[in-house]
């Protein structure tokens, strides 16, 4: 009998509080993340950001520069497993109190 891979909970957590000038992610998993990139897409410009490793605890700030307090857009985020495994993710950049 198969069974199922249990599900893997997206590793980060997102700090808003200087939004929507900056966002800071921190690996909140056990494992250390490698290859992690983020892509923005949306209002504003964000240059790509790309981190070889990001250890558990540690995060990264992502600025994006000439958006307004009720434009919204999206993170994409890539990184790697200890076991080689890649996984994308897309982050809103909208929260509460910053969507129109």
Do not use: C, K, Q
């Amino acid at each position: 009998m198969h069974h199922p891979t249990t599900a893997y909970p997206v590793p980060f957590a997102v700090d808003r509080s200087a939004a929507p000038r900056r966002y800071e992610l921190v690996n909140t998993s056990s494992e250390t993340l490698d290859g992690l990139a983020l892509t923005h897409l949306g209002t504003g410009y964000s240059p790509p950001l790309v981190v070889r490793r990001l250890e558990p605890g540690r995060g990264v700030s992502l600025a994006v520069f000439g958006a307004g307090p009720h434009e919204t857009g999206v993170v994409i985020v890539r990184w790697r497993r200890p076991d080689r495994s890649e996984y994308l993710w897309r982050m809103s950049l909208a929260g509460p109190g910053l969507a129109p």
